[in-house]
């Protein structure tokens, strides 16, 4: 089983609609839980973390499902500038450890 | 407050010859990561190092792949002996600690070996 897992989609959905994102990873013991975007050939940049109680920025909100081993991203409104590849990214809360990332999801937004 | 600095942002070698790719990780930052994209591909982990430290290194290629991040100037990726399989989007990351913190990425290096 791979460390982080993501559906590559991609998911192509009309201007104005909900679209959600799930993210699932192999360590028990990952601590740590971010979202990044990207957009076609430029570096991801960081769209939030993913704290325990879930988090909400505007259209979007990130939950973790710990049980489970998850997290998710939802957008909510979307627009067609979210189009892009969304990337999740984990590590544990210890030194010596950096960002895992899952090979990103791909949204495409049309009017 | 710059970003992660990259350079250079292009760069074309002839198989055999060297790249070296550089990062300047954000002011106060001093946990550097480096991390190699292929085309529709996802971000594969490489290194990480500290001042003067590799803390992990374990998704480097055994052979030809070295880092280093020196006390005092910036950190070096280097590739010996590049080939057409190198080819692809090296991104720098920097965090000022490592463990809970998230990381901030450099605008990379796309390497192109003919």
């Known amino acids: 089983r791979k460390e982080v897992e993501q559906d590559p989609g991609p998911f192509n959905v009309p201007e104005g609609a909900t679209v959600a994102f799930n993210c699932t990873y192999s360590?028990?013991?990952?601590?740590?839980f971010f979202w990044y975007r990207q957009d076609c050939r430029k570096e991801p940049k960081l769209l939030m973390s993913?704290?325990?109680s879930g988090n909400e920025d505007g259209r979007f909100t990130a939950q973790l499902n710990r049980a489970s081993q998850y997290i998710s991203l939802l957008i909510r409104d979307s627009k067609l500038s979210d189009s892009a590849t969304y990337l999740c990214a984990v590590n544990m809360q210890q030194a010596g450890t950096a960002l895992i990332f899952g090979k990103g999801t791909t949204l495409s937004v049309s009017s | 407050n710059a970003g992660v600095m990259q350079n250079p942002r292009h760069l074309v070698r002839r198989r055999g010859q060297e790249a070296r790719l550089r990062c300047s990780p954000m002011k106060g930052h001093s946990h550097v990561y480096w991390y190699r994209q292929l085309p529709e591909e996802g971000l594969k982990f490489m290194v990480y190092?500290?001042?003067?430290?590799?803390?992990?290194e374990s998704g480097m290629p055994k052979e030809r792949f070295s880092a280093e991040f020196p006390k005092e100037g910036p950190s070096i990726l280097r590739i010996q002996q590049v080939v057409r399989g190198d080819s692809a989007a090296y991104f720098c990351?920097?965090?000022?600690?490592?463990?809970?913190?998230?990381?901030?990425f450099g605008q990379g290096t796309r390497l192109t070996v003919v």
């Open positions: 993913v704290y325990s």
């Open positions: 360590n028990s013991a990952s601590q740590s």
């Open positions: 990351a920097s965090s000022p600690r490592s463990g809970i913190t998230e990381a901030f």
């Open positions: 190092l500290q001042k003067e430290n590799i803390i992990d």
